[in-house]
């Protein structure tokens, strides 16, 4: 069996809206579903596989039954399992937030830092994100805006719609606005420094923890720049590469591939339904659903209609 469906991990933080259940299918008790953690390894959410002889396995689990083998050469460099991929359901607007590069977090937080990247699956007619500064800023000028609460007047709001495609490198400072909803691939990380949460109470009735002194340590204060540099690739760095696929059904009804023996392969399913065809095996699949597809297990077809991002791992230089 090469062709794993996995259940995500599944947040209902108090910024959610119920779009993942009701539009994506997603399986939950709660009102509220903020986040689905879609392809995880990661101890505070971990995907498990649904369905075949697997079924019931984490991820994780059974990547260490199996061996790294299954993540590709490509995957060699790294310590853990390299990336998380989340769908984000922004009912209300998310915390001013930054992530620190990899030698900070495993310095001060044991674990990786965060680059990520935020592909819009839809968009409130004015949604925006916020995307780093909007003009260099010193520290003073930054500590001083924080405690203040006057931080969002030199941050560089960017409207977004269907489509669009922000990466966020670590140092960052952004925040994804209300009435967005988002497929985000990043690096295996769970470290967030919130910088401003608009006084908002968490379900004991306290303000959610800020970390002003880690942001002020970790933020790049300067505008953050967008450019192409990953063309034909929709991102495309040092953790991960994704790229999009979409078929119509009508002149393209179908997608061949190879898995190679460098890296395994995502397919996380945006929209459509259809078949994914692998060694001779075939997995329906639909909106909302997520598959992992072990490094060497050749070539793979996906029919029918859809849209899709595939997220694979590259070689790179040491």
Known sequence: ?????????????????????????????????????????????????????YAGWTLAEYIEKKGKAVLGSSCSRFQDFPILIKLIDAKDNLSIQVH????????????????????????????????GFDKEISLEEFSGRIQEDTLTEVLHAVPVQKGDVLFIEA??????????????IQQNSNVTYRVYDYGRTGKDGKKRELHIEKALAVTNRAPAERDGKCYPHVADCDYFTVDKLNLDGKIMQEMTGNVSEASFLS???????????????????????????????GSYTVKGT??????????REA
């Open 1 to 53: 069996m090469s062709i794993l469906k996995l259940k995500p991990g599944c947040k209902d933080y108090l910024w959610g809206g119920s779009k993942l259940i009701r539009e994506y299918g997603k399986e939950y008790a709660g009102d509220v579903l903020a986040e689905t953690w879609e392809l995880s390894c990661h101890p505070d959410g971990p995907s498990v596989i649904d369905g075949g002889e």
């Open 267 to 297: 397919i996380l399913i945006l929209d459509g339904e259809g078949v994914i065809v692998n060694q001779g095996e075939k997995v329906e699949y639909k909106k909302g659903d997520s598959f992992f597809m072990p490094a060497g297990c």
């Open 100 to 131: 620190p590069d990899n030698q900070y977090a495993l310095e001060n937080e044991g674990q990786y830092g965060k680059t990520e990247m935020w592909y819009v699956l839809d968009a409130g007619e004015d949604a925006f994100l916020y995307y």
């Open 171 to 184: 140092g960052t400072i952004h925040a994804i606005g209300k009435d967005i909803l988002i497929a985000e």
């Open 306 to 315: 859809c849209d899709a991002l595939i997220t694979t791992v590259s070689e």
